[in-house]
């Protein structure tokens, strides 16, 4: 047995073997994106821990930031926005409150609505932490030209919307995409 991970055409081969009529198709294009998924995040755990952040906040203060002056949104706004639920928004709020990267304040919707916003601490924790990411990703994509990648970027991105309307709706999306 080798060392090595069998490649994607290697395994949808050995399930053809071992198991004819088996669908095999999606196999070099998912086990592609299940290992290119765990580097990048195994990689970016290694660059947040040097920055001195964890996912789940610089997902918080990056959906803040990106925001704009005043840097300041709702907690419905963050769920929304973070794709979590109101719970994983309010957990994540509470430990960036505590380690005073953001304040809460009344929201502009009603007495029960929460306002949430940067700290000048976590205003300059994301700035580094962005640049120290988006640096590390761009470096780790430069295999690919720049036309290689936005044809990479618009493929996923119409296998990201198919899917997701499979998923939402058990149907395949209109035929007029």
Not at 49 to 65: E, F, K, N, P, Y
Not at 149 to 163: G, M
């Amino acid at each position: 047995m080798a060392d090595t991970p069998a490649t994607p055409a290697e395994i949808a081969a050995a399930w053809q073997r071992e198991r004819p009529g088996t669908p095999t198709d999606s196999i070099e294009i998912v086990t592609p994106i299940w290992r290119l998924a765990k580097m990048f995040a195994d990689d970016r755990a290694r660059v947040l821990r040097a920055a001195g952040i964890d996912a789940a906040t610089l997902d918080l203060l990056s959906v803040i930031r990106r925001s704009g002056p005043p840097y300041r949104l709702s907690t419905r706004q963050l769920a929304a926005r973070a794709l979590v639920t109101a719970g994983a928004i309010s957990q994540r709020v509470a430990r960036a409150e505590r380690a005073g990267l953001i304040r809460r304040g009344p929201g502009e919707t009603g007495r029960r609505s929460v306002a949430v916003s940067l700290t000048d601490e976590g205003h300059a924790l994301i700035e580094r932490s962005v640049d120290s990411v988006l640096g590390r990703e761009a470096s780790l994509v430069t295999g690919l030209s720049a036309a290689e990648r936005a044809t990479l970027a618009t493929l996923l991105e119409k296998l990201t919307l198919d899917v997701r309307h499979r998923m939402t709706t058990g149907e395949p999306p209109p035929a007029d995409r």
